[in-house]
C-alpha cells in the first residue's frame, strides 16, 4: 500500500530534549516536506527537499532540522525544542515538485 | 509569500443543507489544490483546478476556479454527516522564485448535524 508514515504519532517532551521525527514514503517520490498545522494558521511548511541532499527551508524552519541522506526518508529534527514548537507536524511527499501531495497521519507534539 | 485567505473559518449545519467554502487571493496560482482532512490524519486531495473558469465535480462537490485563477469555491449540495471535517484549499506559486510551491488557506472546519 502507497503511504507515508510518521513516528511517533504522540509525543510529550520537556523544553531542550532533542528529538527527531521520521518519516518514510514508499512510492518513490522524489519530493518531500514537512508541515506544521496550528489552530487558525492551516499547514505552514518548515523544510521541503527536492531530491537526495537537497534540502531547502520553508516558511517557518528556525527551530528544525532536516536531512534527506535516503530518498525514502526525510526525517525532521528538533535539536532544543521549545514550548511554541508544540504542533501537529504532517510528512508529504510527491512525485515532483508540483501535483498531489501525498501526507502522513501526522505527529502531535507537546513541549513542556 | 503569496497569501490564501479561507472562508468561512467554522461551519456548522444541519444535513440536506447547501454550503460554499472560499478561497481568495490577490495572486494569480498556476493551480489550485483542495483538500479534505479528517481527525487524527493527514489531508487527502480532492480535487484540482488548473485553468481559469474550470468547474469539476465529485459527486456532491462542485469546485470553481476563479477566472483569473485567484480565486476558487468549494459548494457542497446536500451534506450528509460523513462531510464533515477540515477542508483546506492549496494554491500553486505561478512564477518567481517560489514557483511551484504549494500555498495553504487557513482550512475550513464543517460539522453537519444530523
Known amino acids: 500500500e502507497a503511504q507515508v508514515t510518521q513516528n511517533p504519532r504522540y509525543l510529550i517532551t520537556v523544553t531542550g530534549k532533542k528529538l527527531t521525527v521520521t518519516c518514510s514514503q514508499n512510492?518513490?517520490?522524489?519530493?518531500m516536506s514537512w508541515y506544521r498545522q496550528d489552530p487558525g494558521l492551516g499547514l505552514r511548511q518548515i523544510y521541503y527537499s527536492m531530491n537526495v541532499e537537497v534540502t531547502d527551508k520553508g516558511d517557518v524552519p528556525e527551530g528544525y532540522k532536516v536531512s534527506r541522506k535516503e530518498k525514502r526518508n526525510f526525517p525532521l529534527i528538533l535539536e532544543s525544542p521549545s514550548p511554541n514548537q508544540t504542533s501537529l507536524y504532517f510528512c508529504?511527499?510527491?512525485?515532483?515538485?508540483?501535483?498531489?501531495?501525498?501526507f502522513g497521519e501526522g505527529s502531535r507534539l507537546t513541549v513542556l | 509569500t503569496q497569501l490564501l485567505e479561507q472562508s468561512p473559518q467554522f461551519l456548522s449545519i444541519q444535513e440536506g443543507e447547501n454550503l460554499t467554502v472560499y478561497c481568495n487571493s490577490s495572486?494569480?496560482?498556476?493551480?489550485l489544490q483542495w483538500y479534505r482532512q479528517e481527525p487524527g490524519e493527514g489531508p487527502v486531495l480532492l480535487v484540482t483546478?488548473?485553468?481559469?473558469?474550470e468547474v469539476k465535480k465529485l459527486k456532491r462537490l462542485t469546485f470553481q476556479f476563479g477566472d483569473a485563477r485567484k480565486d476558487s469555491s468549494l459548494h457542497i449540495t446536500a451534506a450528509q454527516t460523513g462531510d464533515t471535517g477540515l477542508y483546506l484549499c492549496a494554491g500553486e506559486n505561478a512564477g518567481g522564485t517560489s514557483y511551484g510551491k504549494l500555498t495553504f488557506g487557513q482550512g475550513t472546519i464543517l460539522t453537519v448535524h444530523p
Open positions: 508529504a511527499s510527491s512525485l515532483g515538485w508540483t501535483g498531489e501531495l501525498f
Open positions: 512510492m518513490n517520490h522524489e519530493y
Open positions: 483546478v488548473v485553468t481559469g473558469g
Open positions: 495572486s494569480v496560482f498556476s493551480s
